[in-house]
T-cell receptor, first 113, second 115 residues
């Protein structure tokens, strides 16, 4: 069964203090690994897709990386508006053709001014 | 704005009742997914439809059912509601079925409260 574990559950940073969020996964044939941002009471907002080990993607202060067992979301010089819950999800090939996502429980990031 | 529209935004109903949640996918997307999010469980996959047909089932209760119509909008029907069904219900859509790694875009959700 595909599984995703995110750590830490919660993270508090000062504005400008860089850090990383971790996503460990087990999946029968990785088709894609996805990062989403979710604000309270809102739907998840798509950030990145990573397809193969060694791949990296960047968007503003965020950079996502992927290995064969985990992914990291690096946040450089965060600002208070980066405060949100960050969700990691995997999509496997062996799902009977389904593109469903298996999500981790997320990391709640708080950035203090 | 993801382009995925869900209605209603909020729903309060009594135990034992039945409700219908509606989702309009992004223009051109063939796949619709339903997810349930509760405080302790995170986002749980319920069911996927692709171009009108059921493609995958997840942790969906027998009291719940869904369908996708010819215009590709989808409805999730929840019946014999229990207090534990209170949650956020999200719909997502993707191009799906083309053999590509396509990301899913989520709607803003329906918050269901069962009292």
């Amino acid at each position: 069964e595909d599984q995703v574990t995110q750590s830490p559950e919660a993270l508090r940073l000062q504005e400008g203090e860089s850090s990383s969020l971790n996503c460990s996964y087990t999946v029968s044939g990785l088709r894609g690994l996805f990062w989403y941002r979710q604000d309270p009471g809102k739907g998840p907002e798509f950030l990145f897709t990573l397809y193969s080990a060694g791949e990296e993607k960047e968007k503003e202060r965020l950079k996502a990386t992927l290995t064969k067992k985990e992914s990291f979301l690096h946040i450089t010089a965060p600002k208070p508006e980066d405060s949100a819950t960050y969700l990691c999800a995997v999509q496997g090939w062996l799902q009977g053709g389904s593109e469903k996502l298996v999500f981790g429980k997320g990391t709640k990031l708080t950035v203090n001014p | 704005d993801s382009g995925v529209t869900q209605t209603p935004k909020h729903l309060i109903t009594a135990t034992g009742q039945r409700v219908t949640l509606r989702c309009s996918p992004r223009s051109g997307d063939l796949s619709v997914y339903w997810y349930q999010q509760s405080l302790d469980q995170g986002l749980q996959f319920l069911i996927q439809y692709y171009n009108g047909e059921e493609r995958a089932k997840g942790n969906i209760l027998e009291r719940f059912s869904a369908q996708q119509f010819p215009d590709l909008h989808s409805e999730l029907n929840l019946s014999s509601l229990e207090l534990g069904d209170s949650a956020l219900y999200f719909c997502a859509s993707s191009g799906g079925g083309r053999g590509l790694n396509t990301e899913a875009f989520f709607g803003q959700g329906t918050r269901l409260t069962v009292v």
